[in-house]
């Protein structure tokens, strides 16, 4: 019967119809297939790497001075049972995130906790979470770990050595070589790099530093 009906209507009808309904279907497949394999924002997997705000970027420069000033080992950009997060303390089994979400995966893993349940003399049988809030001060840090840290003077600014920061930046002391400086720039490139998924401001931060860090190695 739609044979009999298609064969009454103009050649021109029914070519435009067919090429119609095989143009719908086409575009179909190709947005199915774009939904399936195209890369989300990646806010599962990076965790603090997935976003852009200023307030974290300046958290994030706070917190590195802090740490240096505390002089407390640190990684940056860490992975950690496949959520990134912003800082590790491996001597310590801390990690710290901006990501609520993040905050929540990492404390529901076994023998993770966070700063919600802070407990003054922890026991260290598993990862503690710090969940920074974006207008938190970088120095206010101390307060949510679960060791104790040194007292410093919060009046003193945080940006005084910027020499320090570029090296605190590449997990590198002052005194580290030009080859030292080179090789920590290229192992945290692989973590911040836009075309690894990792977050354009950082990745900005971190060539100035390694700038700042390579003029001043070797005694410069």
Request: hydrophobic share 35%; aromatic share 8%.
């Amino acid at each position: 019967m739609l044979g009999e009906l298609l064969a009454t209507l103009p050649r021109w009808l029914v070519t435009g119809l067919l090429l119609g309904v095989v143009l719908s279907v086409g575009a179909a497949v190709v947005f199915a297939v774009g939904i399936r394999f195209a890369p989300s924002d990646g806010r599962e997997r990076r965790g603090d790497n997935g976003g852009h705000a200023d307030g974290t970027a300046r958290r994030r420069a706070e917190i590195r001075t802090y740490l240096g000033r505390i002089d407390e080992r640190y990684v940056e950009g860490a992975e950690l049972s496949e959520q990134r997060v912003a800082f590790h303390l491996p001597d310590r089994g801390v990690a710290i995130t901006f990501d609520p979400q993040t905050y929540f995966r990492l404390a529901e893993a076994d023998g993770a906790t966070g700063n919600a349940e802070f407990d003054p003399d922890p026991e260290p049988d598993g990862l503690f979470v710090v969940l920074i809030e974006q207008e938190m001060p970088g120095h206010q840090l101390g307060q949510r770990l679960p060791f104790e840290v040194p007292e410093i003077d919060d009046r003193e600014p945080s940006a005084a050595d910027p020499v320090r920061e570029a090296f605190d930046a590449l997990d590198l002391p002052t005194t580290a070589d030009s080859d030292r400086v080179e090789s920590a720039y290229r192992e945290r490139v692989k973590q911040v790099h836009p075309d690894q998924g990792g977050d354009r401001e950082a990745f900005t931060e971190l060539q100035e530093a390694y700038t700042t860090a390579l003029s001043h190695a070797d005694g410069e």
